[in-house]
């Protein structure tokens, strides 16, 4: 009897061992990821009508080539802000919302694995990002987005990948300065925690529970600062790195800059940053080897990270006919026609003073808004937009983000301090005509802006000047209102503004006019419903027919001096 409960014991071992979990001794990974898309599906430009060389089509054909080895285990990645930037994924966000998002069919098609949410995919609204969540199939993620209702994460906090018995941890995060930027009612619902705070959090609950084998950091959030920064800081990568132990390599995004670096963590042990920068232009390649430590019972692990250079890669004939369709139907929506243009206009302009192009733009927020002041910068910077027919494609030459139309109540003293931070990074104090007027550095192809081309705001409805000879502070000069009225700093006006600048981006409101988060709540009077664009191009329909001019409301002096450098500046950024 107890010989034979001995071998039944035995045989039941057995049977355990072999159904249990049994993990490689040796594994190869290839970790891909592609980071701040931005609706870079397929290898042309619809808003330009032209080919280009860097599109998921070029990433699933070398997807698909590293699929058919049988030398590694694929893992593939996204990190966020696909939603924005291109008539494709706007045409499935607010168009033709019935049908499955383009996204998601794209993404399900290249069989992602796991992507982190991203500022820009927040900005369509709820109706899009919770469609979205259902439609993929794989976790959409973001551990410190998380729902007031009840501390829990709004989206998947992680995921885990197990390949031949390796547990790959995935920990998804994204920026938390969204509220800087957009309104509340488009992330109603949730807040966000900052990125150490939950990457602590979350890692401490990934080694408690999963036990993972390797530990990838998926942060919409770009590299930042190596040095101690504010917790909530918009880019914390690095110092995610440096101060929170766990985490084998990262890959970051949000800033497109390409990078592979190294950092070492609490433990000294070495962490791998990694970003593929934007469109497309790099896919994040990391081969991971893998072998079992018998003595510490962890595997050893060696990574040999690159960035791999889409342009160099074909287009996948599998994959640009499988959506042909979904295509043509986004082409011939760009191509409708909603009015005419008397005469060309262009971004290039709007870097060096009052121009056409920013006038359309501030005229149209003020018709739409009955407002007194209208603030705008240009969100391109070499748009041009040629005199005849105008299509739906060139409203977004016009405006490339979807930012909703606020109107504010804003003190005349708020408006002249407004004014005084936006000009402060745009033209420089000079002593003469000589001195350098625009900020610009050297690049790799010639020169260019080495400050934000969109935080140029200027005014309409309101005639001043700028004396680029004088300091901060003292530089803006209101003469008066644009309609012959007396312009006074104490009395309140009817601003019109886009909500990326009335929610605080920029710090134009809260540094320069020196509102609180709190007060620009409550100088809110409206908000459009849908995005500026949309708006614009229902004005331009209505007109038929529009003729550009520039009213110069606002000039730089001493204006010899801004004539001069204007010339030699243009020629800088631009050629001749």
């Known amino acids: 009897m107890y010989l034979k409960w001995i071998f039944y014991s035995l045989i039941l071992m057995l049977i355990l061992s072999a159904c249990g979990h049994h993990k490689a001794d040796q594994l190869q990974l290839k970790i891909y990821a592609t980071s701040d898309v931005h609706g870079a599906l397929f290898p042309y430009d619809l808003v330009n009508d032209r080919e280009t060389n860097t599109s998921l089509a070029q990433v699933y054909e070398y997807l698909s080539q590293e699929r058919e080895k049988s030398d590694a285990e694929v893992i593939l990645l996204d990190n966020g802000d696909i939603l924005q930037g291109d008539p494709l994924v706007y045409y499935s966000n607010f168009e033709k919302t019935d049908n499955t998002h383009i996204c998601a069919d794209v993404m399900n098609f290249m069989a992602y694995d796991a992507a982190t949410v991203g500022n820009h995919d927040i900005e369509p609204g709820h109706e899009v990002y919770d469609k979205l969540v259902k439609e993929f199939n794989f976790p959409w993620l973001a551990a410190n987005a998380v729902r007031n209702s009840d501390g829990k994460p709004y989206f998947q906090p992680y995921s885990i ?255 002249k301090d407004f004014l005084e931070f936006s000009y402060k990074d745009w033209f420089q104090q000079m002593k003469s005509a000589k001195d350098p007027m625009l900020y610009i550095s050297a690049a790799d192809k010639g020169s260019k802006l080495s400050t934000l081309y969109f935080n140029y705001d200027s005014a309409e409805g309101i005639d001043y000047t700028l004396d680029i000879s004088k300091p901060y502070g003292d530089r803006v000069s209101i003469l008066g209102m644009s309609s012959g009225e007396k312009f006074d700093e104490n009395r309140s006006y009817k601003v019109a503004l886009n909500s990326y600048r009335g929610n605080g981006g920029g710090d134009h409101l809260t540094k320069g006019s020196g509102l609180s988060k709190e007060e620009l709540n409550s100088r809110l009077i409206n908000s459009t419903t849908k995005d500026l664009r949309y708006y614009l191009m229902k004005w331009i329909e209505k007109k038929g027919t529009v003729d550009i001019e520039c009213n110069h409301n606002w000039k730089v002096v001493p204006e010899k001096w801004h004539a001069t450098a204007s010339k030699r500046e243009y020629e800088l950024l631009y050629g001749n």
């Open 161 to 415: 990948i197990e390949k031949q018995g390796v547990k790959v941890a995935v920990l998804g995060i994204i920026t938390p300065a969204i509220p800087k930027w957009l309104p509340e009612k488009i992330w109603s619902g949730m807040h966000f925690e900052p990125m150490i705070e939950s990457a602590e959090k979350w890692i401490k609950i990934i080694n408690e529970k999963e036990q993972a084998d390797f530990v990838i950091g998926l942060f919409h959030s770009g590299a930042g600062e190596e040095q101690k920064s504010e917790l909530s800081h918009e880019n914390a990568s690095i110092l995610v790195a440096k101060q929170v132990s766990g985490f084998d390599m990262i890959i970051c995004g949000h800033d497109h800059r390409e990078r592979i670096s190294w950092f070492k963590n609490p433990e000294k042990k070495n962490v791998l940053v990694i970003n593929p920068k934007n469109k497309a232009e790099f896919l994040a390649e990391v081969i991971v080897d893998l072998s079992w430590n018998k003595v510490k019972k962890v595997y050893d692990k060696t990574l040999h990270p690159k960035l791999v250079e889409i342009k160099n890669v074909q287009s996948s004939k599998a994959y640009v006919d499988h959506f042909a369709s979904r295509f043509k139907e986004v082409e011939a929506y760009v191509s409708r026609e909603v009015g005419r243009f008397e005469r060309s206009i262009s971004a290039k302009d709007a870097m060096f003073g009052d121009s056409p192009f920013m006038d359309l733009i501030q005229n149209i927020q003020m018709d739409l808004t009955d407002a007194e002041v209208s603030f705008a910068a240009p969100l391109s910077f070499n748009a041009t937009i040629d005199s005849g027919q105008l299509q739906v494609r060139d409203l977004f030459k016009l405006y490339r983000y979807e930012n909703l139309l606020y109107t504010m109540n804003l003190s005349g003293k708020e408006i």
